[in-house]
């Protein structure tokens, strides 16, 4: 379409929202690092009716839409075409016309060899609405994250993007080789197939040692470049089996490339590592594995639901003045207490002089979050360690009693179970997951402590949302499986089964790690063999033994 009157006229009608029920948006999905999507297309995944996909999406920007969004694939790779253009454009009218937000995600920029224009032209002529969010470029980003900048001082003070995705069968290229040979830095984008017609067309206009190199699956954990010059290049390809998605770029930045590749140089760059956290805790691990370089594949075995019974975690957080101490063992008691707290119209005042024990770094952090400081807060994350400092602390005074009577006694509606301390002993509250051990309460007793422990959440079996993980599990394609709790080991176990545990155990490159001691205890009786376990029993601990087994 034109710049006529009409064309801004039918424009103008088309954006108007009265004119048509929803509404397309066509936005660039960026290179493939969900970090370099935009705020407004993380906005639109996030609220869309509607995400209609390309192939060049990738899995970490699909997980970031609406959970109950309609997703439509119509993928286009090279000639392989899962949904033709033409049913592709009637699919976007289609749903506009049911009164759907759209959102059409598309690798890169919509407009840049994204047939974008094509798209937004069909969609105005028959008054559907539609708004372009631009997205980075393969052309800039893939040679950024390769160490190669596509300008520079001292060799290139202008770049082009071009098509390599013609017909080989065409007797003359539409390219004008001799003009570009002139411009400084090339970036070829689809040009795998036309390698060699691209360099020797090239070559006839440029050094044959001028410097070139192909990258695919650029700003992914997957980027792998190659590089060489016009003359060797397609051989050095076909030798390392790159095939599309790859970006070509040719022109003497190339050489900056020694001094500037920081992405395939980080520590686990390139490793696939399978987080078996449940899906609310995985992001802080798998955000530190890829900021380190590695695909983090989720496969949550867990999943955290409110106890069946919630009346006794009720009773005893309206009555929390009665205990001196508070015992919370992770993020998630502390999170259940405190959501408790805030369901009841209260907060953290209501701790009153209790104090507060919190095992490890994390549900230290958590607690301050709350707006709570930790009074105690043990060396190691085990049962043992935690007495031995609350008995370093002169909290037990006295030895304990010969005979215990720390039986539960119930409220008068038997919904609250409360110990009946005996008299000068320490009374405790133990927030904890139905399926924690028995050994801290034990030990707190045998120390003369007053013990009431509530179920504050239940560890569930998770059953979705492990596709890609369990697919790369049975390709013999993951180098570790990290383990941060005893529950995620046995579910882990259970939900591949014993055949495909068989299978994914066998391959030569699979390691597995544990957070700490009691974790490895269960990986080890279930047969599984272990690789290491984190010297500290925290995140930050099992990360540091990931980047020691994989140091490049």
């Keep these: 379409m034109g710049a006529s009157i009409s064309g801004k006229l039918m424009t103008a009608a088309a954006n108007d929202p009265s004119r048509t029920q929803g509404r397309v948006y066509l936005v660039g999905a960026g290179p493939g690092d969900?970090?370099?999507?935009?705020?407004?297309?993380?906005?639109?995944?996030?609220?869309?009716?509607?995400?209609?996909?390309?192939?060049?999406?990738?899995?970490?920007?699909?997980?970031?839409?609406?959970?109950?969004?309609?997703?439509?694939?119509?993928?286009?790779?090279?000639?392989?075409?899962?949904?033709?253009?033409?049913?592709?454009?009637?699919?976007?009218?289609?749903?506009?016309?049911?009164?759907?937000?759209?959102?059409?995600?598309?690798?890169?920029?919509?407009?840049?060899?994204?047939?974008?224009?094509?798209?937004?032209?069909?969609?105005?002529?028959?008054?559907?609405?539609?708004?372009?969010?631009?997205?980075?470029?393969?052309?800039?980003?893939?040679?950024?994250?390769?160490?190669?900048?596509?300008?520079?001082?001292?060799?290139?003070?202008?770049?082009?993007?071009?098509?390599?995705?013609?017909?080989?069968?065409?007797?003359?290229?539409?390219l004008d080789y001799a003009a570009l040979s002139k411009i400084g830095t090339l970036c070829f984008y689809m040009g795998v197939k036309n390698l060699g017609r691209i360099s020797g067309e090239l070559s006839k206009h440029l050094p044959r040692e001028t410097p070139v190199a192909v990258i695919q699956w650029g700003?992914?954990?997957?980027?792998?470049?190659?590089?060489?010059?016009?003359?060797?290049?397609?051989?050095?390809?076909?030798?390392?089996?790159?095939?599309?998605?790859?970006?070509?770029?040719?022109?003497?930045?190339?050489?900056?490339?020694?001094?500037?590749?920081?992405?395939?140089?980080?520590?686990?760059?390139?490793?696939?590592?399978?987080?078996?956290?449940?899906?609310?805790?995985?992001?802080?691990?798998?955000?530190?594995?890829?900021?380190?370089g590695a695909e983090a594949l989720q496969l949550p075995t867990i999943r955290l639901e409110p106890p069946e019974d919630r009346r006794a975690l009720e009773t005893a957080v309206r009555h929390l003045d009665r205990f001196d101490w508070i015992v919370l063992a992770s993020v998630n008691g502390v999170d259940a207490l405190f959501d408790e707290l805030s369901r009841q119209g209260r907060d953290a005042?209501?701790?009153?002089?209790?104090?507060?024990?919190?095992?490890?770094?994390?549900?230290?952090?958590?607690?301050?979050?709350?707006?709570?400081?930790?009074?105690?807060?043990?060396?190691?994350?085990?049962?043992?360690?935690?007495?031995?400092?609350?008995?370093?602390?002169?909290?037990?005074?006295?030895?304990?009693?010969?005979?215990?009577?720390?039986d539960v006694a119930l409220s008068s509606d038997g919904a609250a179970p409360f110990a009946k301390p005996d008299a000068g002993a320490p009374r405790f509250l133990l927030a904890r997951a139905d399926i924690a051990r028995s050994t801290l309460p034990e030990l707190l007793r045998e120390n003369g402590g007053s013990v009431t422990e509530v179920i504050a959440y239940r560890t569930v079996l998770e059953t979705t949302g492990q596709e890609a993980a369990l697919e790369a599990l049975a390709a013999g394609e993951v180098d570790a499986v990290t383990f941060t709790s005893s529950s995620t080991a046995r579910n882990f176990a259970e939900i591949l089964g014993p055949e495909r545990l068989k299978q994914a155990l066998a391959s030569p490159r699979l390691k597995l790690f544990s957070i700490g001691p009691i974790t490895s205890q269960t990986v080890r009786e279930l047969e599984m063999p272990l690789s290491g376990e984190a010297a500290e029993h925290d995140i930050p601990g099992l990360v540091a033994i990931l980047k020691q087994a994989f140091a490049r």
């Design 349 to 406: 005042r209501a701790l009153g002089a209790a104090k507060v024990a919190a095992v490890g770094p994390s549900t230290q952090a958590r607690l301050m979050e709350r707006g709570v400081r930790a009074d105690l807060v043990p060396p190691k994350y085990v049962a043992e360690s935690i007495v031995e400092s609350l008995r370093a602390a002169g909290v037990f005074g006295a030895p304990p009693p010969r005979e215990s009577s720390l």
């Design 219 to 292: 700003t992914t954990p997957q980027q792998r470049t190659v590089t060489g010059t016009l003359a060797d290049i397609e051989a050095k390809v076909r030798e390392a089996k790159l095939e599309a998605p790859a970006l070509t770029v040719v022109g003497n930045v190339v050489k900056e490339r020694a001094g500037l590749n920081f992405f395939e140089t980080r520590p686990l760059f390139g490793r696939r590592i399978v987080v078996t956290r449940s899906r609310l805790q995985a992001s802080d691990l798998a955000e530190r594995l890829t900021a380190l």
């Design 34 to 174: 969900p970090g370099l999507l935009t705020l407004r297309a993380k906005e639109l995944l996030e609220r869309c009716d509607v995400l209609v996909y390309d192939a060049l999406v990738t899995a970490p920007i699909l997980a970031m839409a609406n959970p109950g969004a309609e997703r439509i694939y119509v993928g286009k790779r090279g000639n392989k075409h899962e949904v033709e253009q033409p049913d592709i454009n009637a699919i976007l009218v289609e749903q506009a016309k049911r009164g759907r937000q759209i959102l059409r995600l598309k690798g890169g920029d919509p407009y840049l060899f994204g047939r974008g224009a094509e798209e937004a032209a069909y969609l105005i002529e028959r008054g559907v609405a539609v708004e372009v969010v631009p997205g980075v470029t393969a052309g800039i980003a893939a040679p950024a994250y390769a160490g190669i900048p596509v300008t520079h001082r001292a060799h290139a003070s202008a770049v082009a993007f071009v098509t390599g995705h013609e017909d080989p069968t065409k007797p003359e290229s539409a």
